[in-house]
Every structure is written in structure tokens, then in C-alpha cells.
RNA sequence: GGCGAAGUGGCCGAGUGGUUAGGCAGAGGUCUGCAAAACCUUCUACAGCGGUUCGAGUCCGCUCUUCGCCUCCA
């Protein structure tokens, strides 16, 4: 069996070999960082977080390379518009370095919380300015970029495939009738800044052997890739509003300066919508993730992002959000219940769920699919064990290891084994333990004595108090109730 | 205008030629003191029109609709 991965490049399906085996090399866009992350930030995170877990669990030692923007690019593409780090510091009245470390911090508070692990190296822009001016300079040295008034261009003509990802390779086609022509000192309207000279007004700026400026918008990721993991990447990731022209400038910029290819998979992520539009910072219809978190469990964020195919839009929209919350916690149910009954003597068939979901997962990262045997897991669990046999010691071992290799490691959607799941942090020592069980014998008892009005009261008060009861063949076990 | 993606049952969402996707919601049932959970049964599909094929959500053509990119954006 191996890893089919869909590769922009080309637009199939092919199958997966690293360049250099073990190792992986993964280069993955990072966010901007001028505003909380919103939801669209989550589903790429966490698709490629999922990636990145299924190929170290493949075997391969993967190298994650994720940048922090923390240089503000124009906000517009001509010689006008305002660096968005600076207009963010002008808008919260402190500098763009306080701005870019405050909304650092709380993009990984988010991701942390649903469950995305870190890249090994999170490079920032800002930190990687002679690698970017260094590349600028062998760009210039061979006649792929041209300086201009303090600014240098990368000359589009100079590179034969500009535009081979996006598929928009006439650039004389391109400039057809849409824009008003803009002022520019470019050769070719398709040419785009390497180097920006700064106005006196703009605060982060550096010393260029062109002007004081600062880097072009498409530039660092190319330069921190080539640092971190070489001339040639395995794999680099993104949203798909990014292929043109950030992607195909990165290509066009790093292949002139190599000669060499400059990705090998290119994987493209699609977008959150509401009501089917796209979910943006600029079109003020983003769902911000910090509110979101207020009201619902990080990991049933994770776990609805997951139950869509990384490739495909999703829509948000609340009964989507607690159909998730709903499924999610059936599969923790199960988990516990599998945790905590009492085993039996029965066999359990678990190799087919086993390898259909590593067909699943192998076949393009399919994670709905993969969630799929998983409830389908789900049930037969459920149906082994209500039956007079139950399930023997081993394959209950077995099953639970595989529900948390697949659930905890691969998917993430299920918490660390030791923690009670939905009993959360602040419910789950032993001091809560030992006073449920206090509580839990009381109402037993009572039930015994068919005292239900003093049972249910009982039930009725804990719920209120956000611990949901129920009862089994077993007795009676307690959770967090779950909630919206 | 150019480049690209998509239209699946009440909702979300898989499925690149032949066999049940899955989840949520709805209905009926089993279990339970009741409830919850679990399990069983069950209803509503492949935008439209042609074509290829023994056979098509699945391939081809046309039509309609939606979305993304071509300014920053996950």
C-alpha cells in the first residue's frame, strides 16, 4: 500500500516518494500575522497537520517548515497601499513588532488548542532578510530581475514556465481589458516587486545594496524554504487562493535562481464559505476562532474540519457544527465504553476497519472516509459488546489501541488517553472521581429502594451542574455533559 | 474577458463504470423504573438535456446555476 497525494502540479493523483527517504521535507504558507486566526485558518492547519501525522506515522521523518509573515505586504499590488502589519499598529497605536508578536502568540494559543502540532521550524519573515536580499542578488546577477529606482523586479519574460501551476501562462492574455493601467516602473505588467524602496513614512524597512526597503510579498517563502530544507522540497502546501501568483512567483523566482525544480507536490487547500461564500479577513464575514471557542469545543472544530476532504469547500454553518459535536461524541463514548466495561471472552474482527482506514488516509489524506470506518467501528465495538460475550481482554486491548492510534495520534480528535475525554481538565482528578462515586452510590441505593424521585433529583441536579448520568448494565458511569 | 473548481437525499458530506458511504436530523421499535446511551428497522439522492457503454453521480458534449483566483488573503 502507499501514499497517493494529489499534486496541483499536473492535477493528479501521484504516488508518493520523497526525494531524499527517509526525510520529508514539508513547507506549509503561514498566516499573516495582523488579527486572530479565524476559521480558515484552522482548516488549513489542521488538514495539514493531519498530513504531516499520517506520514510520520508512515515512517517518514518529517521536517515541517511553517513561516510567520510578520512583515506586512501591500494591500494593494501597484506602488500604492499600506503594509497591513503597519496599518494594524497605527489602528491599536503601538509598533508593528508588538502587533506581529501579540497575534503570533494567539495563532498558536488556537492551534494549540485544537490540536495542531507545531512545525519543527517556524522561521519569521523578518528575521530572514539577507537570505531574501542575497537571493534578490543572484536574481539580478542573471538577468531575472532588473532594479529600478531603488526597487527590483523579477523579470517574467525571463522565466519560460511563469504561470505553469495556475495554468495562466499567456501573460500578454492576462493584461486583456481587466486593469486600468497603473503607473509602474515594470518592464512587463506581469513583472512583480522583489524589493520595495520604503517612503519615509514606512517603519519596518532595511538596508539594501538597492535602497532602504523591504522585501517583496513573495519572497520569503522561497528563501526560508531553500534555507530549511534545500533547493528542492518534497512537499508545499497552501490555500488555493494563493496558487496565482504567490505560488507560481515563488516557483518562477526559486527555479531561476537553482535551475532546479522547486517543489515536487504542490498540495492546495480549499476554503471555508458562509452561505457559500468565501470566508475572508478583508470581506469581514471571517468567524474568528477565539469567539468560536467560547461557545464550542476546539476539537469538534478540528473534528468538522476533518469530516470534509481538505481539497473540497466547506460550508460553516451552525447545524453543521452540532451535527459534528453530536457524531464526535458518540466516537468518545465509545471509546470509554470500550475503556471501561468489563471484557469478556468474544473475538473482535478489527483488521478490516484497520486497513480501510489506511487506505482511506493513503488515498489523498481522505479523512471523511477515515471518520467513516471509524463510526462504522464505532457500532460494531458497540454490538460486541452488548452481546452476552462481550469482548476478550485481547481484542479489547487491540481495539483500543487502534481507536487511539487512529482517533488521538493520526486525526487528533480524541483527547490523551489519560485524561477522562469529556471530563475535562478541571472535572477529571481523582478528588472529582472519588466524590462522584460517593454521589453515584447514594442514587444507586436509592434506586434500589425505588426511591426515583430522590434519583432523578439527583441525576436532574448534576446535570444542572453540567454532569450528565447514565446508566448501564455496568452501573451507572458520569461525563461532562456535552452541550453545544 | 482569462484561469480553475463545483452542483449528491431535510442538513453536512464521501464516492473517477457494476456491490450499503458515513454523520446529524425525522419516524417506528428493543433495552431501561424513567431518561440518556447503545442497538434494530425505516423515509427523502445524484442540476437539466443528449451521447458512449451490457451497465453512469461516476466518461463525453451542450445548457443552467454557484464558487474561487486574476489587489492582500488559509
Known sequence: MSLFIYNSLGRTKEKFEPLHPPVVSIYVC?????????????????????????????????????????????????????????????????????????????????????????PNIAPAATAHIPEQIAMIEKLVQSDHAYEVNGNVYFSVESFSGYGKLSGRTDQDALQSGIRVEVRSDKR?????????????????????????????????????????????????????????????????QSESVTGKPYVRFWMHNNMVTINGIKMGKSLKNSVNLKELFKEIDPLVIRFFILQSHYRSQLDYSETAIKASSTGLEKLRETRRRLREQKTGSGVFALSPFEQRFSEAMDDDFNTPVAIAVLFELSKSINIALDRLEGMSEISRQETETFLD???????????????????????????????????????????????????????????????????TKEGANWTKSSGF
Not at 95 to 108: A, L, V
Not at 437 to 456: C, G, Q, V
Open 405 to 471: 492510534k487512529a482517533g488521538r495520534e493520526i486525526l487528533g480528535i480524541l483527547q490523551d488517553e489519560n485524561l477522562s475525554d469529556n471530563r475535562g481538565n478541571e472535572l477529571s482528578g481523582k478528588k472529582m472521581d472519588d466524590v462522584m462515586h460517593i454521589l453515584l452510590d447514594l442514587r444507586a441505593e436509592a434506586r434500589k429502594n425505588k426511591d426515583f424521585a430522590l434519583s432523578d433529583r439527583i441525576r436532574d441536579r448534576l446535570l444542572d451542574a453540567g454532569i450528565e448520568i447514565k446508566d
Open 30 to 118: 503561514g498566516p499573516t500575522v495582523y488579527g486572530h486566526a479565524h476559521l480558515g485558518h484552522a482548516k488549513s492547519y489542521v488538514s495539514f497537520d493531519v498530513v504531516v501525522r499520517w506520514l510520520r506515522h508512515s515512517g517518514y521523518q518529517v521536517k515541517y517548515v511553517q513561516n510567520i509573515t510578520d512583515v506586512g505586504h501591500l494591500t494593494d499590488d501597484g506602488d500604492e497601499g499600506e503594509d497591513k502589519i503597519m496599518k494594524q499598529a497605527r489602528l491599536e497605536k503601538t509598533d508593528p513588532m508588538e502587533i506581529s508578536q501579540f497575534y503570533t502568540r494567539s495563532f498558536y494559543e488556537d492551534m494549540d488548542s485544537m490540536g495542531v502540532l507545531r
Open 188 to 252: 512587463h505588467p506581469s513583472d512583480f516587486a522583489l524589493w520595495k524602496k520604503a517612503d519615509k513614512h514606512h517603519l519596518m524597512k532595511w538596508t539594501s545594496p538597492w535602497s532602504i526597503g523591504y522585501p517583496g510579498w513573495h519572497l520569503e517563502c522561497s528563501a526560508m524554504s531553500m534555507k530549511y530544507l534545500g533547493e528542492t522540497i518534497d512537499i508545499h502546501g497552501g490555500g488555493m487562493e494563493n496558487k496565482f501568483p504567490h505560488h507560481d512567483c515563488e516557483i518562477a
